[in-house]
């Protein structure tokens, strides 16, 4: 016995290419035919989550306009209308507010708590000014009718709160943990990128002041031998890096390592006859010296660039040609594009 299943279709029109052929020329043309198509099943459980969003978005409306016309009447009786009605909104929107903020932080338990007790603590007061107008009024029932007047906003906010616990996706405690623990590496490149964009600012302003007023720019901090090996080269412009390791060794604030020397097996005793030197006395002054007039250009900031930029052009106004510091100068010394060279002469060089 064969089970016949009847689906319901609907006709698509399509179409496709096929040859057609007059006075043996074919030809390949568009033909449309119709196709029967399944349709799928209706999916009950999508249209009655829609239907529930409208209707509680329906009631948070009607709460939002009962609310305002309850309480603004209430404070229409010390403030004009327009005044107390506009105020009267604020009573609603404050803990339909906090369910938004709620909903936006439904993954993350620590930035939910507050909108969740701030919105129950806006929704008694909103219920309270609701309740006082009605007992205020004049007749019999006024009170039973404001505290039936407040259920109503407490109706919308049970709905809304329903909705948004259907809609959310409940997470076992362990992940739950891994889902804040992703959110905190998130929110910590986000607050390095705010700092790091403020901190970029900031050192282009003071470079631009600096540059401005002329002021002397900061340096980073230096050690001691540091600073006698600036102060060493100030006071020796035209010394060579040999006599500067020769002044700093000479006041003792370094060592120069010693030759070291290396002998012939042959002829031990003879080490004035097989003694070769390896490592020259005062290379590590000489190098801390060199690192102090040229630090590394990828650390340093814009402030030191252009301090760079400024000893650079201090030295090349004392050679022989006297002329201010080039922009391929400032490019090969500093690592820089043609464009940051170019911005950085103007900032040392001026209009020259």
Same mark, same amino acid.
């Given at each position: 016995?064969?089970?016949? !299943?009847? $689906?319901?279709? $609907? ?6 290419i096929v040859?057609?052929?007059? #006075? =043996? ?5 568009t ?12 999916? /009950?459980?999508?249209?009655?989550r829609?239907?529930? !969003? @409208? ?10 306009? /009962? ?10 009786r010390?403030v ?11 009573f609603?929107l ?7 903020l709620? /909903? ?12 969740m ?5 806006a929704?008694?007061?909103a ?6 107008? =009605?007992?205020?009024?004049d007749?019999?029932?006024?009170? *039973?009718i404001?505290?039936? @007047? ?7 906010? =049970?709905? /809304?709160?329903?909705t ?5 996706? #409940? ?7 891994? *889902? ?5 590496a998130?929110h910590?490149?986000?607050a ?5 964009r403020?901190?970029?600012r900031v050192?282009?302003?003071?470079a #631009?002041?600096?540059?401005?007023y002329?002021l ?18 100030s006071?020796?412009? @035209? ?5 500067? !390791?020769?002044?700093?060794?000479a006041a ?15 002829h ?18 000489r190098e ?6 040229t630090?590394?250009?990828? !650390? ?7 301090a ?14 006297a ?12 690592g820089?594009s043609? $464009? ?13």
């Amino acid at each position: 016995m064969t089970t016949m !299943t009847f $689906r319901r279709t $609907r006709q698509v029109q399509q179409e496709r290419i096929v040859p057609h052929t007059i #006075n =043996g020329v074919t030809e390949m043309v568009t033909e449309k035919y119709s196709t029967a198509v399944p349709i799928p099943p209706r999916d /009950w459980d999508h249209i009655v989550r829609g239907a529930v !969003t @409208g209707a509680t978005a329906l009631t948070v409306a009607g709460s939002i306009a /009962w609310s305002t016309a309850s309480i603004g009447d209430l404070l229409a009786r010390t403030v004009e209308p327009v005044i107390g009605y506009a105020a009267a909104g604020v009573f609603d929107l404050a803990w339909i507010s906090c369910m938004a903020l709620e /909903w936006l932080a439904r993954y993350d338990r620590r930035k939910a708590k507050l909108p969740m007790i701030a919105g129950h603590v806006a929704l008694v007061i909103a219920m309270a000014a609701v309740c006082t107008h =009605g007992i205020l009024q004049d007749g019999k029932g006024a009170t *039973v009718i404001g505290i039936i @007047g407040a259920l109503v906003s407490a109706l919308a906010k =049970g709905m /809304w709160t329903m909705t948004m616990k259907h809609f959310s996706v #409940n997470l076992d405690d362990r992940s739950q943990q891994w *889902v804040e623990a992703r959110f905190s590496a998130a929110h910590a490149r986000l607050a390095t990128a705010a700092i790091q964009r403020e901190l970029a600012r900031v050192e282009g302003a003071t470079a #631009n002041m600096h540059a401005a007023y002329e002021l002397p720019i900061a340096e980073a901090e230096l050690t001691d031998t540091d600073r006698a090996a600036e102060y060493a080269r100030s006071l020796m412009p @035209g010394a060579t890096d040999d006599e500067l !390791t020769a002044q700093l060794a000479a006041a003792g604030l370094v060592t120069p390592p010693t030759s070291t020397l290396l002998f012939d097996d042959h002829h031990g005793d003879h080490q004035d006859d097989h003694m070769m030197t390896t490592v020259a006395a005062g290379q590590a002054v000489r190098e801390t010296v060199t690192s102090v007039v040229t630090p590394d250009p990828a !650390t340093m900031t814009r402030s030191q660039l252009i301090a760079a930029a400024r000893r650079l052009d201090r030295q090349a106004r004392k050679g022989r040609s006297a002329r201010p510091v080039t922009i391929g100068t400032l490019q090969l010394q500093l690592g820089l594009s043609r $464009r940051e060279a170019t911005e950085i002469r103007k900032i040392v060089v001026g209009a020259e």
